[in-house]
């Protein structure tokens, strides 16, 4: 099975907490195909944006998001 994940970022409203400050700002890093390759990009943009507090980068799994064993409505596996 692949294990797809998502890095992504942007600034945050507060750096304790994990609220965007303008979503429409996001920066979308891409999409991964293992988890060693998502950390990877993910460090390479946390080191980059290091000198701004308010900015964080995040690894979303993906394959977590889904379980391909259950049945879906065929509504579902459109959206």
Do not use: C
Not at 10 to 33: A, M, Y
Not at 69 to 75: A, D, G, K, N, P
């Amino acid at each position: 099975m692949q294990r797809l994940h998502l890095v992504f970022g942007g600034e945050l409203v507060d750096p304790s907490k994990t609220q965007f400050r303008n979503v429409d700002d996001i920066h979308i890093v891409g999409i991964f195909p293992d988890y060693q390759t998502a950390y990877d990009a993910w460090k390479a943009e946390a080191q980059r944006t290091v000198d701004n507090a308010h900015m964080r980068y995040f690894i979303a799994h993906l394959h977590r998001l889904r379980d391909e064993e259950q049945e879906v409505s065929s509504t579902e596996e459109l959206g």
